[in-house]
């Protein structure tokens, strides 16, 4: 692998402790909706995917007018409604401080859109520590690695010198199209027997592990 020049970190489940918000939030949109309530396991299955391929997944028979109102509930559930708490990881902060420190650049994947990704921004006060981020809105949705081509054109690094960092197939499978190294983690949505089909560098269980992965 050459040098790591850029480390790409997937948001939710990766970087904040959001799965459990996200869960609920649509199983309560569902049931708002008066559509058939999505089992957890399923909507797990679906975080890091825009909401237009999750929603094909979960709900595949809800129309046009439907799937508008399980859009508009699931939004006011996660902001407004829901309170289940959505912390950062343990170390997440200083795991970017560290690789910042050492003149990595940082950058974000999401499948949130840019309002959701600014909202955890301003929350968070982490905006300072990443070069540029890309959202749901702003992209094809992931496993397509648009995301990260986008991301590394924008800051003209290759994709063998950066590492993408997820918590699920969806964040694997875009860098494994581009030969981009990845590293999963598994404290997010998908278990550790999915990562791995994926030939990720490791499988770590704290952020605070990727300093010394990414600068031995």
Request: charged fraction near 20%.
């Amino acid at each position: 692998m050459s040098a790591v020049k850029l480390v790409i970190f997937d948001w939710d489940g990766t970087v904040m402790d959001s799965v459990g918000r996200i869960v609920s939030s649509m199983r309560a949109a569902a049931a708002l909706t008066a559509l058939e309530v999505p089992s957890h396991d399923a909507v797990k299955q679906i975080i890091g995917l825009s909401l237009d391929p999750a929603f094909d997944q979960l709900f595949p028979t809800a129309n046009k007018a439907q799937r508008q109102q399980i859009f508009e509930h699931y939004r006011d559930q996660y902001v407004l409604h829901d309170t289940t708490p959505t912390p950062l990881f343990a170390g997440a902060e200083a795991t970017l401080k560290q690789l910042a420190e050492q003149n990595i650049l940082l950058a974000v994947a999401t499948g949130k859109a840019r309002k959701g990704l600014d909202r955890m921004f301003a929350e968070t006060g982490l905006a300072p520590y990443f070069a540029t981020s890309r959202c749901a809105d702003e992209a094809q949705s992931k496993p397509h690695p648009d995301m990260l081509k986008q991301i590394i054109t924008e800051l003209g690094v290759n994709a063998e010198q950066a590492i993408m960092v997820g918590d699920t197939s969806h964040d694997l499978k875009m860098a494994q199209a581009i030969n981009m190294p990845r590293v999963g983690v598994s404290h997010g949505a998908h278990p550790v027997s999915v990562l791995a089909q994926y030939q990720p560098l490791a499988i770590i269980d704290r952020l605070p592990e990727l300093t010394s992965l990414v600068l031995q």
